[in-house]
């Protein structure tokens, strides 16, 4: 028997397609990514990571500038 969904690489009729129209269904039917409360600590220490970065980037830069080293990895690099 001929399985369109299995020959366009769907193996499921609910396969996530980020182009679909309509409303998504997420694990065993449910329409929210999410059930209860979200933990938000895992948010705050990214960010304090990120800002840490940033800061670190910058301070890098900084030195490599005061020193006159413009064509240093510390200065040219912004941190991306």
Do not use: H, I
Not at 6 to 23: C, E, H, I, Q, V
Not at 30 to 49: F, I, L, W
């Amino acid at each position: 028997m001929f399985d369109l969904l299995t020959a366009l690489g769907l193996n499921k009729p609910d396969a996530y397609n980020p182009y679909a129209a309509g409303s998504k269904l997420y694990g065993a039917g449910r329409s929210n990514p999410t059930s209860g409360p979200v933990d938000k600590s895992g948010y705050a220490e990214r960010d304090a990571n990120a800002r840490n970065a940033q800061r670190e980037a910058l301070l890098r830069r900084l030195k490599a500038a005061q020193q006159g080293n413009y064509l240093s990895s510390g200065y040219l690099n912004r941190g991306r």
